[in-house]
């Protein structure tokens, strides 16, 4: 059963901040890799940021600079933090790690709305 609660979500204009937060459970959180990912409506998901169990990072190129990925592992819990946020960053945010990504299994998302 997947365990995965994205919260923070909302609507701001653009230039903007969000601080999305992910909660998992059912697995060793510090060992595991966590990724955001993001839904645009119409459009495939598509992967934001990755943070792995060293913390070394990883971000898709539309979103360097602006966004941070970080990981608390005592409160199982993996946080995106959205700088200067714009129209194109709207969609539904998922996170998600490589035990339920071989499942194909998501939690809810978290809705993100940037109005120009």
């Known amino acids: 059963q997947v365990q995965l609660v994205e919260s923070g979500g909302g609507s701001v204009q653009a230039g903007g901040s969000l601080r999305l937060s992910c909660t998992a459970s059912r697995i060793i959180f510090s060992i595991n890799r966590m990724d955001w990912y993001r839904q645009a409506p119409g459009k495939q998901r598509e992967l934001v940021a990755q943070i792995n169990s060293g913390g070394t990072t990883n971000y898709a190129d539309s979103v360097k600079g602006r966004i941070t990925i970080s990981r608390d592992n005592a409160k199982n819990t993996v946080y995106l933090q959205m700088n200067n946020l714009k129209p194109e960053d709207t969609g539904v945010y998922y996170c998600?790690?490589?035990?339920?990504?071989?499942?194909?299994?998501w939690g809810q998302g978290t809705q993100v709305t940037v109005s120009s």
């Open positions: 998600n790690t490589p035990v339920f990504l071989a499942r194909n299994s």
